[in-house]
Every structure is written in C-alpha cells, then in structure tokens.
C-alpha cells in the first residue's frame, strides 16, 4: 500500500491504513510504504543533497538562489542535524539553530526580519523558532532543485501538470524522458522499500501533485517488478479521471479504482489469487474498475456489487507504519491552523462517511464521497481510538470527515468521558446550530481542540444561493459557542461564487473582520471558486447564471471547468489579491480596526453596508431555541467527583477551580448522577429523572451542561 510522492510529511495518509487494515482483514499480507516521506527523507539527507547539488547546473540557478548554491557545503554539513530535530527526535538542536550561526540563510529568510521573527516567538519559543528557521532552509533548498525540476514542491509534485488537464500528452511526454535526478532518488527509494516479490502494488493518489509520482513508479515497475500488478485509486481519479479514454494511461498502472478503494481492491485481488492458484473458474467480476483491453478503456461495473457499509469496516490499521518519521514543518509562523496540522503525527480517523448535509451547489455532492452518508456509533469510533492508541502509543486524532454531525460528535464526547480518556482531536464540520454552547463546552471536555468549517462568503443574500442551510447569525454564534469553550475554528472561503457583486465581497470581508476582531476566528483560507463537472452548479450552469466554455475534453480529466459570465458579474482577479492580503492580515490580528475599503486601493468599492458591531451586537442576543432540535437532552457534569460530609459539598468544576458550599445531600448525589462515573447507563441522566426540577441551574457555569 503506497503513498506515492510528494503529500504532507506530517502524517501517514489517511487512506492507507484504512485500505490496509481491509486488506488484512481479508487475509492478504499488506505492507505500508510512505514513499513521499521516504522520498523526502532521502532528499533532504547528507549523500541526497551532495548528488542533488552535483547534478545542478550551476548556469541554470537563478540569480536570487545563488547564495544558496554557493552555501552549498554547510547544507550538507548541518541537513542530518536538521532533519531529525523537524522529526522531534532532536529537541536540543534548537538552541544551535537560533543562534543563527548554524543554518545557512537563503531567500526565504529574506521575507521577514530577524526581529520580527523573534519577536513574535518571544523568549520561551525557541523551538518553534527553530522549527520555522529550519522550514525555510528546506523551501530555499526546494526552490533550488526546481533547477533540476520544476514540477518539484515541499508537498506536491508536478500538481500543475496534473490538475484539470483534458489530455494525457503532456504528461506521457514527462514519463518518457529519461528520470531527472530527484525522481531517480524517488526510485532508488521504491527498489528498497517495495518487496521483489510483490503481487499487487496500490496507490493511493489523492491529490494531482501525487500522480506523476505515481505514474513513474509504475513505470519503473513494469520493467523492475514485471509480476505486480498496480492499481491506482483516490481522490483525484474519483473525482477528474471517471471519464478517462486515453489508454496510454494504462502503460504506467493495470487498474484505475473509482470511490471507495475497499469492493475493487476485494476483486482485483480475487483475480490475482485466483490467477495464482490457476483456477478455471471465471473470475469475480471487477467494479468500479477501468482497465484496457485490446488497446481500449473498458470501465467495469458490477450490478450485482454490494459494497461493504462504512460502518462495518475495522479500524485503520497502523501497524508497520513508522509515526516516529514523520516531518513536522512550521512554514507560516503566525497562521495558528497550519501549525496545528504540522503539530502532529496525527491518527486519522473518519466519525462518518460522506455528508449529512450535502446540498452545497459548488460541492460534488453527486459522487458517493459526499453522497454516501454513513455514520459509525458513537461507541465504534471511541473503539477505534483506543485500538489506534494502542497500537501507536499516540493520542491525538485528525477527523478526516466532509462534515461530522454534531449529534454524532455530541455522543462521542459522551462516551470518551464515560471510558475516562484524555486523547485530543479535531476535524471539519458545518457551523451548525445544533453546537450549542453546552455541547462546545462537552466537546472541548473530551478532548475537542480545533474544528474546521465552511463559511464559504458571510452574506444572507449568498448563502441561500450556496443552500448553505446557515445564517451569518447563527454562524457567529456557533463560532461564538466554540470560541467560549476554548475550539480553536478555521473557516473556508469562496470568492466569486456566480451572483457575487461587489457589495457582496466587502460586506462578506467586513464580517470577518468583525469576526477575528471578537476572536470568534482564528485562521481561514480564500479559495476562488471553482466550477466542477460534478456540482449543481456545473451541472446545471444556467441556474447560476454562468455558460460552460470549456474545456474541451481530450480523453483525460474532466473536472474543473471553464466558464463564463452571463447574467452575474464576472469575478476579478484584483479584488481576490485584495481580500487575500486583508485575510492574511486578520490572521495576524494586523488591522483589525482599519475600514476595509483600505485593501481595496486599485479598485473602486462602495463602502459596507452592514454594521460596523454586527457582530458583536449578534453575541449579544440571547441563543435563539432549537439548535439541538429532536435530541433528549441530557445532564453532564464536567468537573470532578462531588464529595459531601456533615453538610459541606465539596467539588472540583470545569475549569479547576474548588467548589465548596453548605448544600443537602440530594445536590451531591445529583452531581454524582451527572458525573461520567456515576451514570448508571452509557449516557447520562435526563432532566427529569432528577427532582427537584431546575435544582442543577446554579451549576451550569460550573460545568453542568445540558446536551
């Protein structure tokens, strides 16, 4: 099981373990293979920069990177002293690497001063310091090698090649020239890390920077491991190759699998056991499947298929993966998200397949991805936890979901109390109503420390236009219900969705203004909108009042799509360069107060037309009812175990502090009812199964919460 080159350092991909522990599960002997980090690693050692140095020509470097060539040799000496302090092997490293007398200084550095950088670290900060010094010495170094490649990036390779390309010409001229230097290391790294006897060889690919690394390994396959069959699946052939037609595709894999990989893989390797065992029988029929046959694309479909329920597949299966590898960058000091995800190695984990909601009109929300809604229970995902705790000796968990639910998250929470863990997890959601503040409080409890989320453009004339199913109200108060229970939120963002004006953009910027003002954001991400083959509004493009112009389809990919405005104002480029660069200031708590017409100097905008305190007008309103419509509610009590004697209570609450109080007896018993240990169930108690009624509205700001 492979993660080709070039994908995050941080962590194992989350696909892998999960194909791997089905495949096991199964009977066949799977081995985990990370060649992105192996890649890397080998990339970024002693001997691979001296060959990747000597493989440059010195005529090509361009002249902003030639102090990093000339400083070639203290590269060299210091990268295997780097290296294993970025995998945290190394802490003491740091002190060295601040001095500033240990890394070479490149470019990069450049960008910000000395000072400044030291500043926003502060004293006690030295290892984040040196772990964002030694993440700009890889990207100068990375930047160099684009010499020998210029598809080469810190986490991706030749994603521009990749992505959204109609016809397969321009890669399968790539995969016919001789290796460069950087993907001969990639293949001196595939010849030891994949087996010489070796049946099948899967690929998860799920983004395009991942294909060409692929595609080479499997080229080098054919001709080193003839007997191994390889297949290739993932995000970016579900969602760009479902049409594919070039066959030339297949001199470089055997098998493209669509969807989930866990039904195809189960029949591929049928076919290959059957073949071994020469069987005469026919074999089982390959689904969701393409190959070629007799010099053409055959996609195969089974009927008859039943895939397997996301809720009865086992836990990922880590076993064989080194978590002790992994790379832990800090490439944007300030943005607190991007720290967070190199903050790990995080286990991956998925609460439920697919999306509840699944009516955003820009979303694929027609492929099974998102479509295929499957929740696991509560209790099977803490199970999971604990097996992947086990077996890794990590606690910290990434939920990989399009959307969890809040219910499901919400019993979740529950149970990890009731089993007494203390692991630490975060994931994507929707900002939905249904977490209230209680329910942030309960989350934050069990180990919830950051979510992610959709905000897409924070305007009520868009949103409905989006079928969001939010408000800009409700979701200032879910982010304000997150931000009080201590959740750090990162939202995502659109620009130019079809309809957008010009009104739209700068009252959208000046709520999120408001937003990182209240601290109700921490980090968020502007992305342009992109029009795909398989959303609503790709779909049926008239309704958003777009036309479809392109492009023309060569065979290969079928994804993003070119269009034009017909009844809506077109999207510009400046005004995207503009909220980016106001965005990226919000991020770094800069100009919070500044009018945000300020960003908008090349372009002539109105002035917002929204509150300048709508937010903090909207936190100030009381929570309108219901946004847990439908669930029992229960009591849980978030601090310690009350004791009670001779008429003194005594308890610790949520946040640590003492409680003491003269108090009845029937208060501490109550408590002890609320409380994880107490509860007589795998759930708390109801309201009404404890008198009198109302008697635990005291507690609630001391951790009493009803969910």
Known sequence: MVVPPVSDLNTLYSAAPRLTAWLRRLGHAVVPIDLSLETTLRMYSRSGLERLFAALDPRAVPAEYEDVYLNRDRYVRVIDEVMPFLQGRDPATAHRIVRGDLLPEGPEFRVETQKARRERYGPWGKVDLARHLATLMLLDLTNLFRTISPHLGLFQYAAKLSQSTPGFDAIAAELARPPNAIEALMLEVAATAIPAEVDLVCFTCPFPGMLLGSLTIGKWLAARRPAARRALGGGFPSTELRELEDPRFFDFVDYLVLDDGELPLERICARLVALRAGANDAPAPLHRTLTREDGRVVRHEDPAAVKPRFRDLPAPDYAGARMDRYVHLLSSGANVFNRLLNDGPWLKLTAAHGCYWKRCTFCDVHLDYIDDFDPLAAP??????????????????????????????????????????????????????????????????????????????????????????????QVIKVLQAFRDAAIMTHAYLIY???????????????????????????????????????????????????????????????????????????????????????????????????????????????????????????????LVAGGAAGVDPRLCWLGGVPRWSHGLLSVSCQGGELYTARAPRWLADGILRCHPSGWTGATPPRPNELSPHGWYEPLRSRGMVLV
């Not at 109503?433 to 924070?458: K, Q």
């Open 380 to 473: 099977k995902l803490a199970d999971q936890m604990d097996a992947l705790h086990a077996q890794t000796g990590l606690s910290s968990f990434h939920f990989t979901d399009e959307a969890a639910p809040p219910p499901l998250l919400v019993n979740l929470a529950l149970e990890l109390l009731r089993r007494d863990r203390s692991y630490q997890y975060f994931g994507n959601i929707r900002y939905d109503p249904g977490f209230t503040p209680d329910r942030c409080r309960l989350l934050a409890a069990s180990g919830m420390i950051a979510v992610t989320g959709g905000i897409e453009i924070a305007s009520d004339d868009l949103l409905p236009k989006i079928q969001k199913g939010i408000s800009v109200a």
């Open 496 to 622: 130019g969705f079809p309809g957008e004006t010009r009104q739209d953009t700068i009252n959208s910027l000046e709520i999120l203004r408001q937003l990182f003002r209240a601290d109700l954001l921490q980090s968020a991400i502007y992305h342009r909108f992109s029009l795909t083959a398989h959303a609503p509004a790709g779909r049926r493009p008239e309704l958003f009042g777009i036309r479809v112009t392109g492009p023309e389809f060569r065979g290969f990919s079928r994804y993003d799509l070119e269009y034009e405005s017909v009844a809506v104002p077109a999207p510009d480029p400046a005004i995207f360069a503009a909220i980016d660069r106001a965005l990226t200031a919000f991020i770094n708590r800069l100009c919070l107060d500044l009018d945000v017409r300020f960003w908008f100097k090349d372009v002539a905008v109105l002035a917002p037309t929204v509150a300048p305190d709508l937010v903090e007008e909207t936190m100030k309103r009381p």
